[in-house]
Structure formats: C-alpha cells, structure tokens
C-alpha cells in the first residue's frame, strides 16, 4: 500500500471518530436536565464620608505637610546634581569616547 493510500484511510477513519463522539457529545448535551442559576445580586452600599469644600481641602493638606512646604524646595539641591558612587559607574572619571573606544569594545 503506498504512503498517500494509507494517510487518506487514517485521515477518513479519524474524521468518522470524531464526528461519532461529536454527536453524542452533543445529544448528551441537549437531553440533560437543564440547571437554572439564580443570581442573589446585592446592591453595595456606599459609604460618603463628609464632604469638605475646596478650602477646607486646601488647610487639611497644609496641616499635614506642615512647614514642610515653606522650607523645602528645590533650591536647597546642591546643582550639578553628581551621585557618587551610588549608581554603578558614577566613579568613573570625566572623559569623552570615541568610536574606535567603541568598537573595540564590540568586537570583543
């Protein structure tokens, strides 16, 4: 029997398979009793706290950054900002690259 005769006769007896189990997949499906679900859906209650107007907002954010905001600003960072030694590479020295610097690295 040639090759192409055999995989025609698989192809055929497993599509017949399949087809079979579909059915009664499906027969079986249809004669079940049906379940009905019953959904209990409770509204959720929201809680509104009390309602503040803008100003009121405005001192209850100051209140908690007290004097923070009068005596923090950016103007106490030190300028350059140079990290040392933290991030890595923030040691090495000051100095330009040039390309052959950088290919050599690459053909490595």
């Not at 079940?32 to 959904?39: A, C, D, G, L, R």
């Not at 954010?61 to 960072?77: A, C, E, H, K, P």
Request: charged share 25%; proline share 6%; glycine share 6%.
């Amino acid at each position: 029997m040639k090759q192409n005769a055999l995989k025609k006769l698989i192809k055929e007896a497993v599509k017949e398979a399949i087809q079979e189990e579909l059915k009664e997949i499906l027969l079986e499906a249809v004669r079940s009793p049906k379940q009905t679900v019953i959904e209990n859906v409770q509204p959720q209650k929201v809680v509104e706290g009390p309602s503040m107007s803008s100003n009121e907002k405005r001192t209850a954010y100051q209140n908690i950054l007290g004097d923070m905001t009068s005596n923090f600003n950016s103007s106490q960072v030190t300028k350059p900002f140079n990290p040392q030694g933290a991030m890595p590479g923030g040691d090495l020295p000051d100095g330009e690259l040039d390309m052959s610097q950088i290919m050599g690295l690459m053909n490595r």
